[in-house]
């Protein structure tokens, strides 16, 4: 099960000031149930109006968020659109990815006991090697209350001797995974593998890895690569930079959006946010004060607050597509 992340930074940004403070605390226990829901159900940040009415949210808190920039009203689908879900947040397709994976290391490690056929009475047909069992009582005890969203550097580094001879750490029976469980180093850069959008010279990478892992705990480093993966959907691969520069410069640390290597477009011939957000860099615009007379909760503050928002996205477009025919021409 994946987790609905926030940065320590949320309570003072910009967007979530804008929320009067009488009803911040309410709208923003809106969100944050909403999110998680969101993570469960791998929605990719939508959230329909029925389940709005199920996590016992307004329409005055709706539009809170929407005034803040927190969400934006997809009429089409008669719900709410977490802003900017993607970039922080693992996507539907990373995750069943990341799933399929460990379904088929676990199938490894499944085939690899019944290959070894233990006998009846011995310690291993009595839950497991003692090796396991050590292995797993020491991880429960350390993972009482996992952090859910820093692997500790000295667990994420440490490998135990008997790492070759014991199941996967962080794969359930069920195929899901648990990226905060100490898993052997082999587990974590193929986790590293399976999310990254361009698989090439791998041994490269495994070297690159292994010397970023050193000083950069594990989480940060996958959530990064899921970041640029889902920053480069729709690129031509050599667009997309090798895993092993991308470890050795450190990119998982990099802005969202920093790598505006090329321009996309859509059906319509527009360039994409994605790509706007790559050439102007970081969109901190947030919804500004309604005209008097337009009232938080009404159907007239939500129509006003979709067009603003339109107006302002068709102009970065337009800031973008002229930087671009500059840059082009120089």
Known sequence: ????????????????????????????GLWILAGTWCSRELTDGFVASHMVEELCGTEEMVSDLVMAGLWDRDDERDGYQFVNYGRYQPLKEAVEAEREEARKRMQKVRAARRGGRPEHGSTETQGGSPGVRANTSERQAQFALPDPTRVP???????????????????????????????????????????????????????????ARKDTPVADILAGALRYATECRGKESKFVKHPGPWLNGGRWADEPGSDNATAEY??????????????????????????????????????????????HYAERRAQATARLQERNAS
């Not at 804008?18 to 911040?24: G, K, T």
């Not at 000295?154 to 070759?164: F, H, K, V």
């Not at 898993?183 to 791998?202: C, E, G, I, S």
Request: glycine share 6%; proline share 8%.
């Open 153 to 211: 550097t000295e667990q994420a580094n440490t490998r135990s001797p008997d790492a070759e001879t014991l199941p996967i750490d962080g794969v359930t029976p069920d195929g899901a995974t648990d990226i905060h469980s100490k898993r052997t180093l082999d587990d974590h850069f193929d986790q590293f593998w399976a999310a990254y959008p361009n698989k090439v010279a791998k041994k490269d990478a495994r070297k690159a890895w292994d010397r």
């Open 266 to 311: 859509d059906a319509a011939g527009n360039l994409t946010a994605a790509s706007v957000e790559a050439i102007l860099g970081r969109d901190l615009w947030s919804l500004p004060d309604p005209p008097s007379g337009i009232e938080p909760g009404t159907r007239a503050f939500i129509e006003w607050a979709r067009t603003t928002t339109a107006e």
């Open 1 to 28: 099960m994946p987790w609905f992340r926030s940065e320590d930074g949320l309570s003072s940004s910009k967007k979530v000031t804008r929320i009067p403070r009488s009803r911040r605390a309410a709208a923003m």
